[in-house]
């Protein structure tokens, strides 16, 4: 090639090449390779994961595909996986995992992608899960993550973002309820008892006490993976049912709804 050839072919190029650096604001656009774009090499463009009972995520091999496949309490694949297009998802769990110990796993990325991990994530582990709508950066920003503890959520700070920017967010409950209504049902897991009493500290508190701060807090949901219903926490008001989403093949379309869908 001539030299002044090549010279255009350069800038064009550099014109045309994604800036890493560019999107998911605020998280790290290299968290998903601990601050070194070259960690993970990747030379087909395809990887498998892996998810355990806690929910923390780790890459396993090379595949066809980008396929995570889910672990139960023994270590074992239980047949459920998911694939998806945009790896960074995967890679964003695994290394905000890892550089943690797996004090807090979260990452960014599509939202309908995202909300699918959601889903089987909560579904899969024992592991309350958290996705997040924000008004931050250059406008709307997804982020799921998770704690890996089974009585508690992820925080928007834990995930790199001002909570006051919270949108709306849902956030997952495992265990096995034995009503929607009573002792040791749905709604008193949510901190909501007859009468309009709430329990402290609990979702329904944190409506009731922190909207005013936190206007997030008034688009608050909470998504039961064993009987998949999803509700809208309304502080002294009695949760509402806002849909069931049982067969939803890990479907993240199924959560936009309201202020949850920002698209």
Not at 5 to 31: E, K, N, W
Not at 64 to 88: C, F, P, V, W
Not at 130 to 151: K, L, M, P, W
Request: with cysteine.
């Amino acid at each position: 090639m001539k030299p002044k050839l090549l010279t255009s072919a350069i800038c064009i190029i550099a014109l045309f090449s994604v800036d890493l650096t560019y999107g998911y604001h605020p998280i790290s656009p290299y968290a998903y390779c601990m601050g070194n774009p070259i960690r993970f090499v990747d030379p087909d463009g395809q990887d498998v994961w892996e998810m355990d009972y806690n929910g923390r995520v780790k890459w396993i091999s090379q595949s066809e595909e980008h396929t995570m496949y889910a672990l139960n309490k023994d270590g074992n694949r239980t047949g459920q996986s998911i694939t998806i297009q945009d790896r960074a998802i995967f890679d964003g769990l695994t290394a905000t995992g890892e550089a943690s110990d797996y004090a807090a796993s979260f990452t960014g990325g599509n939202p309908t992608e995202l909300a699918s991990v959601f889903l089987f994530g909560a579904d899969n582990s024992n592991a309350e899960w958290r996705f997040s709508r924000y008004d931050e950066g250059n406008g709307d920003q997804y982020a799921i993550g998770t704690v890996h503890n089974d009585g508690l959520a992820i925080s928007p700070e834990q995930m790199g973002f001002a909570r006051e920017n919270e949108i709306a967010f849902i956030h997952s409950h495992p265990g096995n309820y034995k009503s929607v209504t009573g002792p040791f049902s749905e709604h008193s897991s949510m901190g909501s008892l007859p009468g309009g009493r709430i329990i402290q500290p609990s979702d329904s508190w944190n409506v009731y006490n922190n909207s005013d701060r936190y206007p997030g807090n008034r688009n608050s949901f909470v998504y039961f993976p064993n009987s998949s219903n999803i509700y809208h926490v309304r502080g002294v008001q009695a949760p509402a049912l806002i849909r069931n989403v049982s067969n939803h093949n890990y479907n993240g379309r199924k959560l936009f709804w309201g202020t949850l869908n920002g698209r």
